[in-house]
């Protein structure tokens, strides 16, 4: 804790409610970055949680934010909340690293084998069909229905 004793309640301009419901939705998509075992969508994750903490950020360092009120209420912490004001530039930028590293991914060998294996399956896709045309003039011919 701090070197001094917590000073009373004062009004909070910041919404503690709010705050909570931010980090509840961080920690949603935390929950499906940790679980995803693709690339597209931990990529979805990540485009959802950039903006989504970038704001919360900002919102925590303003001048009327969560870390003014933490420094107002239990003052001796100024090292503790600076580290953890240091941490955000250093969340945002490890996100847009990880956003580069999927996109790198995405287009990267593994975007070339899905490639190949969509030319594959348009190729197998058109065969199929022309060999239903041939049943179906093979059959037609027989009933006499073309010729």
């Known amino acids: 804790m701090g070197d001094q004793e917590p000073r009373p309640a004062r009004s909070e301009p910041f919404a503690s ?5 931010e980090h509840a939705a961080i ?10 075992v693709d690339i597209e969508p ?7 949680l950039e903006p989504l903490l970038r704001h919360h950020f900002e919102s925590e360092e303003s001048a009327d934010g969560f870390f003014a009120m933490l420094r107002e209420r239990i003052p ?10 240091k941490e955000h530039g250093e969340f945002l930028q490890a996100l847009a690293d990880l956003e580069a590293a999927c996109r790198a991914c995405m287009e990267g060998p593994i975007a070339d084998v899905c490639r190949k294996a969509r ?11 022309k060999e239903n ?12 229905g073309r010729g």
């Open 17 to 21: 409610g709010s705050i909570d419901n």
């Open 27 to 36: 920690r949603s998509i935390l929950d499906r970055m940790e679980s995803t």
């Open 42 to 48: 931990l990529l979805v994750e990540v485009r959802r």
């Open 76 to 85: 001796g912490n100024f090292h503790r909340l600076e580290a953890l004001e």
């Open 119 to 129: 030319v594959l399956t348009q190729r197998i896709r058109v065969h199929e069909a």
């Open 133 to 144: 045309e041939f049943l179906g003039d093979a059959f037609l011919n027989d009933l006499g």
